[in-house]
């Protein structure tokens, strides 16, 4: 069973930095991926950045510039660097993985979340 835990959300002014980490657990091969969603109230959860096992990595136009993704392939760990925090940035940041057990099958998992909160 796969489990996802965040950590590292908290409140800061805005221009500030904070560091999520998502330490996973489960893992039974090394084709996965992970991301960094994030939701407010009454909104969709909206796409923040992601990382390959093989490193690659994309990122919304929001966190582009100011955000920085990073997987600890050792520690299971994915970590996402935010600097220049707006206050727009405030939200419920998830940890996402797409596990690859096979071509045909793939399973998504969620951790539970960590509060962002970025004054003005």
């Known amino acids: 069973q796969v489990r996802l835990v965040e950590s590292g959300g908290g409140s800061v002014q805005a221009g500030g930095s904070l560091r999520l980490s998502c330490a996973a657990s489960?893992?039974?091969?090394?084709?996965?991926?992970m991301s960094w969603y994030r939701q407010t109230p009454g909104k969709e959860r909206e796409f923040v950045s992601r990382?390959?096992?093989?490193?690659?990595?994309s990122y919304a136009d929001s966190a582009k510039g100011r955000f920085t993704i990073s997987l600890d392939n050792a520690k299971n760990t994915v970590t996402l660097q935010m600097n220049s925090l707006k206050p727009e940035d405030t939200a419920m940041y998830y940890c996402?993985?797409?596990?690859?057990?096979?071509?045909?099958?793939?399973?998504?998992?969620w951790g539970q979340g960590t509060q962002v909160t970025v004054s003005s």
């Open positions: 489960g893992f039974t091969n090394d084709n996965y991926d």
């Open positions: 990382i390959g096992s093989d490193g690659s990595t």
């Open positions: 996402k993985s797409v596990v690859s057990y096979s071509v045909w099958l793939k399973k998504t998992y």
